[in-house]
């Protein structure tokens, strides 16, 4: 059974920063491309950045310069760190598979920035 368990957001002040985790198992973590996704309210799940698995990583627009993305293969985990966080970045977090198709979609990471 695939599981994407997120963790590590928060509520944060403008400018201030957060680092999120996911651990993945029941797939081989090794062969896939792991991308971070978010939500906010109201909104459609959107790509924040995606990791490769020979260690290339491409990033939203809006995320260039403030986030990075890496990967622990050995412990099948991906982190989020996140820098300069604007009251915009306010979202529940995902990771997944880089897809369509994708695994089931974990319970996610709620970050909220204020202003």
């Known amino acids: 059974e695939v599981q994407l368990m997120e963790s590590g957001g928060g509520l944060v002040q403008a400018g201030g920063s957060l680092r999120l985790s996911c651990a993945a198992s029941?797939?081989?973590?090794?062969?896939?491309?792991i991308g971070w996704f978010r939500q906010a309210p109201g909104k459609e799940r959107e790509g924040v950045s995606c990791s490769s698995s020979t260690g290339d990583t491409s990033y939203m627009q809006n995320v260039k310069g403030r986030f990075t993305a890496s990967r622990d293969d050995a412990w099948k985990t991906v982190y989020l760190q996140m820098n300069s966080l604007k009251p915009e970045d306010t979202a529940v977090y995902y990771c997944?598979?880089?897809?369509?198709?994708?695994?089931?979609w974990g319970q996610g990471t709620q970050v909220t920035v204020s202003s």
């Open positions: 997944n598979i880089d897809g369509p198709p994708f695994y089931s």
């Open positions: 029941g797939f081989n973590f090794d062969d896939y491309a």
